[in-house]
Nanobody
Framework: QVQLVESGGGSVQAGGSLRLSCATS????????LGWFRQTDEDEREGVAI???????TYADSVKGRFTISKDNAKNILYLQMNTLKPEDTAMYYC???????????????????????WGQGTQVTVSS
């Protein structure tokens, strides 16, 4: 059973940085798409960034150039480095995993109608202006 536990959220001023971590277990590295998603009370869920099974990465346009997704296979941790944060980045951030999507197509999980199979409990990020 895949388990995902996020940490690293907090409050920061606009222009600042945060690094989110997602401790993962219960799956075989390289066989799952791993990604970060966010959601506010007002908006629908948004796919932020994803790592494909082959290690390639895809980002939402809203975070491209500011956020970096990475993973440490030895420690089984997924990261999201967030720089130049903006107030509109305020949201609950979730990491997610999906083992069913074919390698090379993990980017499709960033779409609004996709449903990754496994989710963490979320970590709150608040950016003040």
């Amino acid at each position: 059973q895949v388990q995902l536990v996020e940490s690293g959220g907090g409050s920061v001023q606009a222009g600042g940085s945060l690094r989110l971590s997602c401790a993962t277990s219960g799956y075989t590295s390289g066989r799952y798409c791993l990604g970060w998603f966010r959601q506010t009370d007002e908006d629908e869920r948004e796919g932020v960034a994803i790592i494909d099974k082959d290690g390639s990465t895809t980002y939402a346009d809203s975070v491209k150039g500011r956020f970096t997704i990475s993973k440490d296979n030895a420690k089984n941790i997924l990261y999201l480095q967030m720089n130049t944060l903006k107030p509109e980045d305020t949201a609950m951030y979730y990491c997610a995993a999906d083992g069913d999507t074919v390698s090379g197509f993990c980017y499709t999980l960033l779409g609004p109608y996709a449903h990754p199979h496994d989710w963490g409990q979320g970590t709150q990020v608040t950016v003040s202006s």
